[in-house]
């Protein structure tokens, strides 16, 4: 059995490399894939707390949190797609909708 120490080392690690790609990036598709690997992050965090704790409440969570995950690719990827077809870029520096 993996002891609990080496998950949330591989958790912190993913999570950071999640961050990293959220503040480096400037394609609007990799920040939204590094939006997923740290969510997957926190889904890791839960399960492991969840098996130690010898309890299903950080499953239910992660379940919830894949859930809500699956919207947010569907929704992020449809704004991407608008914002290509009216600016033609995805990099998010570019965008600026909100300035008059």
């Known amino acids: ?52 704790l010898h309890q299903m409440s950080g499953q239910v969570f992660a379940l919830f949190i894949i859930a809500v995950a699956a919207a947010e690719v569907g929704i992020g990827l449809a704004i991407v797609i608008l914002l290509f077809r009216t600016r033609e870029s995805i990099n998010v520096d570019e965008v600026n909708l909100l300035k008059w």
Request: no cysteine; proline share 2%.
């Open 1 to 52: 059995m993996i002891r609990l120490p080496l998950v949330l080392m591989f958790s912190a690690l993913l999570f950071s490399a999640g961050v990293y790609g959220v503040l480096a990036r400037r394609n609007a598709v990799m920040v939204l894939m590094a939006i997923e690997l740290m969510l997957n992050a926190v889904n890791v965090n839960l399960v492991a707390f969840s098996s130690s």
